[in-house]
């Protein structure tokens, strides 16, 4: 009996000692979430294998260690860990992140998990075209990384303008009205949208989105500038028609203008360039009295009157033997002439009523004279004159007659009557020279026009059939709209497949609606929004010029003929109408010529002008370049807007695929 006691103590004692040797054991019965947000809990489950130990809980973030959890277990094997995420306690801790569980010598580690304090936007705004004085309606729903619905707020900056506006954000969703200034300048705007949230007065959480809006130039007001109230019949008055929009600055553009008496009736009608000089001149004779300048540009009208002077001025001639004064001034004229001939002066007074002309006799004994007139405004000499053979030099008025001057149909009659005989007795031989000049003339005109033809033919290309031409004139009574434009330069002689390849590689343009304008080696698709209808052109021009680079590069790679070229996006304002569906547009602002002057320099790169590029700086994006000593911006990408979601995504996938690997 003592015998089996010994061994039961002994059997007892060695299954101490091994238990004692078995290390205790930890394990995660509940994983931690795959994205958190600040102002979440991180929430844990461990399983003991038995108590007494320490239960040390450490997070670990990238490069970044932090204890969230340190306790001895004396009475419990299920230990619930419960962490909040804020600020205070994590600080920057965020990113790529797991729990290290340490439970005597045992430790294991929870999956990875992602902490973001990210709001996702998703902003929607029906236009980026705006009036000055009109309202901007901004939706948008706001997101957190953990994927709940923000509540929270959200702020709208305007910085050029110091305008910020905010609100609540409520379930997500927020919406707000913004009033723009009605003097505010034309031109691109940064709008930034921020959405946060807040705990203990702490931005926890926060997402910004940057929209691009663009003020149009509305026309406010027009003016005349005078170069004087006064103007002397005679001499020129010069002005200018001014236009200005809504903050007072200068609009380029066309005007028309009128210039009418007191009694409405018009003298001159014109168009006109805004800030051009032009010029009025007054004939000698115009009546005294005041007079309007009436200018009319974008729907406003405006008048500025002018006033013409008294202008008392003879006309001199002399003409063989006789002097002949007229009145060609807009009063009687009343001055006494002085007639110097030879040295001997004679003065003559007299009255001539407007229009009217006298004549008068000069007489002076045989001889050569120097003649001098003037009234001491006016002036004319002649070194010599033959005058009527007299004893004394004298000045005699001539009595109108018959066949004195201001009765000259009687020499008028003489003259038609010679005319009729020359013609009657010449008329056989000018036909026939018509004739012989006619057969000549048709038959150069006939190998003119064949030669024309193969010319014509050699550089014909068919375009597609359902292609829009744009067509550039002078268009007065069309809409004056923002539009994209792509320019094509086409730095080689196209030959073989580059000839028959061309309308292919412009495909994405008549597919988009373009319409497409030819000028020498320019190609040119416009995006007007009278053909694409609608005014968000920007990002399609630039996708589109990416299209066509690409199958340039596709032919240049498959063909001998290669193409040299450049490529320029660019946008700005036309004037346009559609008529027979043909677009006619003018070009304002050098809209066309800056889109040329950059596909000049681009040596197959897609150049954005600096307006296109903070058109589209939220989407496009470009490295910033100088040319020529032009700023341009070479396309690199268009951004994809949704990347952070895509991150996520792919994490969230990552992670699926790993429980999946740890499962089997």
């Not at 396309?635 to 699926?656: A, H, M, W, Y």
């Amino acid at each position: 009996m003592v015998k089996r006691l010994k061994v039961l103590i002994a059997v007892l004692f060695f299954s101490l000692f091994f238990v004692n040797m078995v290390s205790a054991e930890a394990w995660l019965v509940k994983e931690p979430s795959s994205i958190y947000s600040f102002g979440d809990n991180l929430e844990l489950t461990a399983k003991l294998s038995e108590t007494g130990k320490q239960l040390e809980a450490r997070l670990n973030c990238q490069n970044e260690s932090k204890i969230i959890f340190f306790q001895y277990i004396s009475n419990s094997t299920s230990i619930e860990i419960v962490y909040p995420l804020t600020k205070t306690l994590l600080g920057e801790f965020k990113g790529e992140c797991k729990v290290n569980l340490k439970y005597g010598e045992d430790e294991i580690a929870s999956q990875y998990f992602l902490i973001s304090d990210v709001i996702f936007l998703n902003t929607e705004l029906k236009d980026r075209y705006f009036e000055p004085g009109k309202d901007v309606e901004i939706k948008g729903r706001a997101e957190k990384a953990n994927g709940q619905l923000l509540e929270g707020f959200y702020e709208i900056n305007i910085p050029e303008i110091n305008f910020s506006k905010g609100g609540n954000v409520e379930n997500g969703i927020f919406s707000a009205n913004i009033s723009l200034p009605e003097n505010m300048k034309a031109g691109n705007y940064l709008m930034n949208i921020n959405a946060y949230q807040k705990n203990e007065g702490e931005i926890i959480n926060k997402g910004e989105e940057k929209l691009s809006i663009k003020i149009k130039q509305i026309p406010s007001k027009i003016d005349i500038a005078l170069d004087n109230q006064n103007v002397k019949p005679g001499t020129n008055l010069s002005f200018k028609i001014m236009l200005y929009d809504q903050s007072g600055e200068k609009i380029e553009g066309e005007a028309s203008y009128l210039i009418e008496n007191s009694d409405s009736v018009a003298l001159l009608k014109s168009l006109s360039k805004i800030d051009v000089q032009e010029m009025f001149f007054p004939e000698k004779n115009l009546t005294i009295g005041y007079y309007k300048i009436k200018a009319y540009s974008s729907g406003l009208s405006t008048e500025r009157q002018f006033y013409v002077e008294e202008n008392e001025e003879a006309e001199f001639k002399i003409m063989n033997s006789a002097l002949i004064i007229k009145n060609v001034g807009n009063v009687p004229y009343k001055k006494a002439v002085q007639v110097s001939i030879g040295g001997t002066v004679e003065i003559i007074n007299h009255e001539l009523a407007l229009g009217e002309e006298k004549e008068y006799q000069l007489i002076a004994p045989k001889g050569t004279y120097s003649i001098k007139i003037t009234d001491g405004a006016s002036s004319i000499e002649s070194e010599s004159a033959g005058l009527i053979t007299g004893r004394a030099i004298a000045i005699r008025a001539v009595r109108p007659g018959f066949f004195a001057r201001g009765k000259i149909f009687a020499w008028v009659f003489l003259i038609l009557v010679l005319g009729i005989f020359v013609f009657l007795t010449s008329r056989r031989t000018i036909k026939g020279k018509f004739v012989l000049n006619d057969r000549l003339f048709g038959k150069a005109m006939k190998e003119e026009k064949k030669d024309k033809t193969i010319k014509a033919s050699e550089l014909a290309i068919t375009p597609r059939r359902d292609a829009k031409i744009a067509e550039h004139s002078l268009v007065l009574n069309g809409q004056k709209q923002d539009s994209a434009v792509i320019c094509l330069k086409i730095k080689n002689q196209l030959d073989g497949m580059a000839k028959l390849n061309i309308e292919g590689i412009l495909g994405p343009a008549y597919d988009k609606k373009a319409t497409i304008y030819r000028s020498g080696d320019y190609i040119i698709p416009i995006f007007s929004p009278a053909m694409t209808r609608t005014f968000q052109n920007h990002i399609p021009a630039v996708k589109t010029a990416m299209e066509i680079q690409k199958k340039i590069e596709e032919h240049n790679q498959k063909y001998k003929d290669k193409i040299e070229y450049g490529l320029s996006v660019h946008h700005g304002n036309l004037v346009s109408k559609i008529h027979n569906d043909k677009l006619m547009f003018t070009s304002v602002e050098n809209t066309i010529a800056t889109a040329k002057r950059i596909a000049d320099i681009s040596e197959g790169e897609i150049l954005l002008s600096k307006a296109m590029h903070e058109k589209t700086i939220a989407e496009v994006k470009a490295e910033q370049e100088k040319k020529n000593g032009i700023e341009v911006f070479r396309v690199k990408q268009v951004v994809d807007r949704e990347k952070n979601t895509s991150f996520i995504q792919g994490f969230l996938k990552r992670q699926e695929e790993g429980k999946m690997k740890n499962s089997q």
